[in-house]
T-cell receptor, first 114, second 116 residues
Framework: AQSVTQPDIHITVSEGASLELRCNYSYGATPYLFWYVQSPGQGLQLLLKYFSGDTLVQGIKGFEAEFKRSQSSFNLRKPSVHWSDAAEYFCAVGGSGNTGKLIFGQGTTLQVKP | GAVVSQHPSWVICKSGTSVKIECRSLDFQATTMFWYRQFPKQSLMLMATSNEGSKATYEQGVEKDKFLINHASLTLSTLTVTSAHPEDSSFYIC????????????FGPGTRLTVL
């Protein structure tokens, strides 16, 4: 079955510290992988996506993610977190056989301490 | 960037009434629109996929007679919750795409539905 797991429900980091949000997926075909951020009162915004090619993907707001097929993972990283990064982060998987449908993980709430 | 709007942003209704939520792609033509439901502190659950001019495809477990979806144009899709009950209270989010499976989905800000 297709699924996405984000093991960390809630993460707290200090401003300026590095961040890694974990994402593991189960998908039968070639996966398309996405990270979205959801802030209160706003729609989900795409941070980055992976379809093929270079397994290290750069996104907006200084985020990057690395696709590791052997580990079925697509972890999101940022070297230095800003207070404005506090939000809900969702990993999602889609694929060529899915006509654009996305399966979302449970989400990780990021809290940033001053 | 591509903008998707939803209206209303929140609605309160009495049990047994129907509520219509609109999803519009403001600056692009959306070949496909998706409707999600999100419970507090939980993930987005896909309810249905709609393509302009076609019947919506509902996910398993979603009652198509309760959640009516119409995608009449390339810029507008509507979700009608018929005979709403308190258990239908939730956050409903739409997204729009114009580039098939490899395309980004652009999300609306969501609609908070509360059924009394």
């Amino acid at each position: 079955a297709q699924s996405v797991t984000q093991p960390d429900i809630h993460i707290t980091v200090s401003e300026g510290a590095s961040l890694e949000l974990r994402c593991n997926y189960s998908y039968g075909a070639t996966p398309y992988l996405f990270w979205y951020v959801q802030s209160p009162g706003q729609g989900l915004q795409l941070l980055l996506k992976y379809f093929s090619g270079d397994t290290l993907v750069q996104g907006i707001k200084g985020f990057e993610a690395e696709f590791k097929r052997s580990q079925s993972s697509f972890n999101l990283r940022k070297p230095s977190v800003h207070w404005s990064d506090a939000a809900e982060y969702f990993c999602a998987v889609g694929g060529s056989g899915n006509t654009g449908k996305l399966i979302f993980g449970q989400g990780t709430t990021l809290q940033v301490k001053p | 960037g591509a903008v998707v709007s939803q209206h209303p942003s929140w609605v309160i209704c009495k049990s047994g009434t129907s509520v219509k939520i609109e999803c519009r792609s403001l600056d692009f033509q959306a070949t496909t629109m998706f409707w999600y439901r999100q419970f507090p502190k939980q993930s987005l659950m896909l309810m249905a996929t709609s393509n302009e001019g076609s019947k919506a495809t509902y996910e398993q477990g979603v009652e198509k007679d309760k959640f009516l979806i119409n995608h009449a144009s390339l810029t507008l899709s509507t979700l009608t919750v018929t005979s709403a009950h308190p258990e239908d209270s939730s956050f409903y989010i739409c997204s729009a795409s114009f580039f098939g499976p490899r395309g980004e989905q652009f999300f609306g800000p969501g609609t908070r539905l509360t059924v009394l």
